[in-house]
């Protein structure tokens, strides 16, 4: 089992900041992809942005120049820097992580959802 726990939501200001981040634990063996989605209410799950285990990202458009993601492979944990923000970015934010867990039987792909972290943008 591969567990992941978020944190950094709140309520903010228009034009105001967070900063989420989600750390991932269990018999973790490699980890390939980690990344942010978020679900507005009324509205499906979307892609926020992703970061691949070189370093390489992956923006969706509402989240361009505004947010940066950013990951410590040593401690297996991402995070999420959330600049300018705007009443439209409130939703909850799930952190995904996408890798392969020890097993007995050697490597198996898994893919795994975080609780999930409010954030609201109100003034």
């Known amino acids: 089992q591969v567990q992941l726990v978020e944190s950094g939501g709140g309520l903010v200001q228009p034009g105001g900041s967070l900063r989420l981040s989600c750390a991932a634990s269990?018999?973790?063996?490699?980890?390939?992809?980690m990344g942010w989605y978020r679900q507005a209410p009324g509205k499906q799950r979307e892609l926020v942005a992703i970061?691949?285990?070189?370093?390489?990202?992956n923006y969706a458009d509402p989240a361009k120049g505004r947010f940066t993601i950013s990951r410590d492979n040593r401690k297996n944990t991402v995070a999420l820097q959330m600049n300018s923000l705007k009443p439209e970015d409130t939703a909850v934010y799930y952190c995904f992580v996408n890798g392969e867990q020890s097993t007995g039987r050697g490597p198996r792909i898994f893919d795994s959802w975080g609780q999930g972290t409010r954030v609201t943008v109100s003034s």
């Open positions: 269990g018999s973790i063996f490699s980890i390939n992809v």
């Open positions: 970061i691949e285990s070189g370093g390489s990202t």
